[in-house]
C-alpha cells in the first residue's frame, strides 16, 4: 500500500500536505515529529505524474518538504504554497503503540519511519523486530498475539511464516517463550536419564513418574545459581540397544508408546520437557523417529540421537563404539524441522551424543535450521580430568559454535561426580546438563 493510495482512501482535500524521500528516515521522522494536519507523502527517485495528481486533487494550502533542495522544490511545486524545513537527523518517531488491533511488522535492520509515516494515517501499529521472530520480547509477542490481523512488511526470510502462526496460536515452550535457550530467559535444562523400566539403565526408572518429578527438583538444586531459569526434564530412552537381533533384526528394542505416554502428560501438566532418546542399533534414526511422531508433534517434547549405539551391518553392541555419518543425523534435522513448521510449534530441541570425535563423522555438515536447537552432549563418563579433557577436545572444534552444549554426570561411574559449581564452570555454557 503506497503513501499516495492511502491519500486517496483518506482524503478528499488537504489543508496540509507533508513530502519526504521515501529513503530519507530522518526526514519523515522530523514531519512525523512535527505533526502534519493531513496525509504524508512519500516521493520516490523523482516528482512522478502519479505524485503530482495526487498533490492536485489535494489543492493543499501549504506543503510542507522536509529534506529537499529548495531549487528542486522550486522547480518541481511551483504551482504550490511550500515551506521547506530539514531534516533532523536527530529526530525520531515511536514505532510502538499505535494499535493493538492491525500491526504491521517490519525488520529492525530496516528504516522504520517511511511505514511508521503510512501507518500513523491508517491507525495501523507497527512493530520494529527481529529477523528471527522466535527471538522476540515478551511484550511484542502479546502486541502480536492480541492483534486481528498481523502483516509482515519485511522480507524476513522463510521461517517467518512458521514463527508467525506459532505466535497466533499461542504455542510456548515450558516457562515461556518460543527459543530454547532464549538469552533473555537464560534458560537450562537439567534431566535425569534412563527407562521406566527400572533402575538398570539410570535414575528415571528408579520411581515413577510423579516421583521424578520431585526427585529433579532436588536434582536441579544449584543450577540456577548463575541466573539461568531451570527447565526440568525427562530424558527417556525410548529404544534401548539390545545384546540380540531380535524379530526385525535391528538389535534395539522399541519401548512401546503407551509406556512412555504417562511420562509426557505428566511433564506436560508440570512445566516440564522431555527428550526421547534413540539407540538404534542395525537401523536409522528416522525410522525410529517416526515410531514417537505423535509425541514429537508436542511443543514439550524433544529428540535425542545416539550414535554410541549406531551399528553398522556387521556390527554388534558393546564390541566398538557406534558412530553415524551427518547425513544421517540431517535426515532427521530435515524431517524434525518440518514437524515444528507443520504444527507451528516453538523451537524443538535436538540433542546429539558425543564423547569420541569419531562417533560424528562430518559433523561441521550437521544442518542447524531456526526451528531447531542442535545440542552436543558430552556423554562420556570416568574421572574428572579425563571428562573435563573429552569436554575440551569436542568444543574446540572449529564448528563448535555451531551448537549448544550439554554434560552429563554419571552416580556410579565418575570419579567423583561433578557439583553444580564444577558444571557451572565450564565452558562454553552448559545448557543441557543430565545425571545418570
Not at 478528499?12 to 530522518?26: K, N, R, W, Y
Not at 533532523?88 to 499505535?98: I, K, N, V
Not at 530441541?349 to 570425535?357: E, K
Not at 554426570?409 to 557451572?424: G, K, R
Amino acid at each position: 500500500m503506497t503513501s499516495i493510495e492511502i491519500s486517496q482512501a483518506l482524503y478528499g482535500c488537504a489543508h496540509e500536505v507533508g513530502l519526504a524521500f521515501a529513503d530519507d528516515p530522518a526526514a519523515v521522522s522530523t514531519l512525523m515529529s512535527r505533526g502534519i494536519r493531513g496525509p504524508l507523502l512519500l516521493v520516490g527517485p523523482w516528482f512522478d505524474i502519479p505524485l503530482m495528481a495526487e498533490l492536485g486533487r489535494l489543492a493543499p494550502d501549504q506543503i510542507v518538504a522536509a529534506g529537499f533542495d529548495q531549487e528542486v522544490l522550486h522547480y518541481a511545486l511551483a504551482d504550490f504554497a511550500f515551506e521547506p524545513i530539514a531534516a533532523d537527523q536527530q529526530a525520531t518517531f515511536s514505532p510502538e503503540g499505535l494499535s493493538d488491533d492491525r500491526v504491521w511488522l517490519v525488520d529492525n535492520a530496516e528504516p522504520a519511519a517511511p511505514l511508521v509515516a503510512l501507518a500513523h494515517q491508517i491507525g495501523v501499529g507497527v512493530l520494529a523486530v527481529p529477523s528471527d521472530l522466535q527471538a522476540l520480547p515478551p511484550e511484542a509477542l502479546r502486541t502480536i498475539s492480541r492483534a486481528s490481523q498481523v502483516e509482515l512488511l519485511s522480507d524476513f526470510g522463510g521461517a517467518a511464516a512458521w514463527q508467525l502462526e506459532a505466535i497466533l496460536q499461542g504455542a510456548e515452550l515450558p516457562g515461556g517463550g518460543l527459543l530454547l535457550f532464549d538469552p533473555d530467559i537464560g534458560r537450562r535444562m537439567v534431566a535425569i536419564y534412563g527407562h521406566p523400566s527400572g533402575p538398570g539403565l539410570g535414575v528415571l526408572g528408579e520411581q515413577g513418574p510423579e516421583e521424578g518429578v520431585e526427585r529433579l527438583r532436588s536434582i536441579a538444586e544449584g543450577y540456577d545459581a548463575d541466573g539461568s531459569v531451570v527447565l526440568p526434564t525427562f530424558e527417556i530412552i525410548a529404544t534401548v540397544a539390545s545384546a540380540g537381533a531380535g524379530d526385525d533384526g535391528d538389535y534395539s528394542a522399541e519401548t512401546a508408546r503407551d509406556v512412555i505416554r504417562p511420562w509426557v502428560e505428566l511433564a506436560a501438566a508440570n512445566d516440564m520437557y522431555v527428550v526421547l532418546d534413540l539407540q538404534p542399533g542395525r537401523t536409522d534414526y528416522l525410522t525410529q523417529a517416526k515410531i514417537y511422531e505423535e509425541f514429537l508433534r508436542l511443543p514439550h517434547v524433544g529428540l535425542a540421537l545416539d550414535p554410541e549405539w549406531r551399528l553398522k551391518p556387521d556390527e554388534v553392541h558393546l564390541r566398538q563404539i557406534g558412530t553415524v555419518d551427518a547425513a544421517e543425523i540431517n535426515q532427521v534435522v530435515e524431517w524434525l524441522a518440518g514437524v515444528v513448521r507443520e504444527e507451528a510449534l516453538p523451537q524443538k530441541l535436538l540433542i546429539l551424543h558425543q564423547f569420541r570425535l569419531q562417533m560424528i563423522t562430518n559433523r561441521h555438515l550437521v544442518e542447524t535450521p531456526p526451528e531447531l536447537a542442535v545440542l552436543i552432549h558430552m556423554d562420556g563418563q570416568g574421572p574428572l580430568t579425563a571428562k573435563y579433557n573429552t569436554w575440551n577436545v569436542l568444543t574446540s572444534q572449529p564448528d563448535a559454535d555451531r551448537f549448544y552444549w550439554g554434560w552429563k554426570n554419571f552416580y556410579d561411574e565418575d570419579i567423583p561426580t561433578p557439583t553444580a559449581e564444577e558444571v557451572l564452570a565450564l565452558t562454553p555454557y552448559p545448557a543441557f546438563v543430565s545425571y545418570q
